[in-house]
């Protein structure tokens, strides 16, 4: 079990499994692959195949490019928005002209006024990951937050090499959670939901212990650094 955190005035949790996932990532990564030095001072185990080891990294994908095909209208169904792109378009382009360090300040801005809301709430559904049409128009929860933030920044020009979907375990609360990583000139910089309109170096932050991250169609599995 895990869970996803969220700030909506107060702390809120959501508790979700992913056994299967984490399943998959011990039983692909042998313990005596080489590691380097990476994230939160894990060491990093690089992998192949994000998309066919992570089952619901690979559905997400392939929903927001069937979503994408869905502007200009018909672009509203249950599901999602996709009339909302529009915005999210003119966001993008208008935080082109900005140098990296502003951009990643400005879509860290665009998405946090967001609000929180726990996947069984939002789809009766234990963990569900959405596009970014679902979240701007429905919400989400902390995996959402990161998905539509890698996404915009790809938009943007940021090499999938430079960005990852890491999932963490918040050591002072015991809980599973899910942030951006943004690697800009030789530093890694967090987009986090539960730290609003903050850009931290990965390097200040103690409490968070990599678990795996994703990126494209790459993971990497993270233990303990010593």
Known sequence: MSACLGVSGARRRCV???????????????ASDPAVAGLFGSREVERPGAQTTFGKWNDVLQRYE?????VPPPCRTREYDA??????TAFIETVRKLDRLGQLKAVARYF?????????????????????????????????????KYETLVLLGWSPGDLRIVYV????LQVGHMILAATLDGTTYILDNQARNQLIRHDRIRHYRPVYSI??????????GG
């Open 215 to 224: 990126s494209e169609d790459r993971w990497w599995r993270h233990v303990p």
């Open 112 to 148: 946090d006024r967001l609000q929180y809301i726990e996947d069984q709430q939002n789809w009766g559904l234990s963990d569900y990951w959405a596009t970014p049409g679902q979240f701007m128009s429905r919400n989400g929860d902390c995996e959402d937050f990161a998905i539509s």
């Open 169 to 172: 375990q918040d050591m002072n």
């Open 83 to 88: 009339c909302l792109y529009p915005e999210w």
């Open 66 to 70: 069937k979503e994408q095909r869905a």
């Open 16 to 30: 979700r499994s992913l056994v299967g996932l984490l399943a998959a990532v011990l039983w692909a990564t042998a």
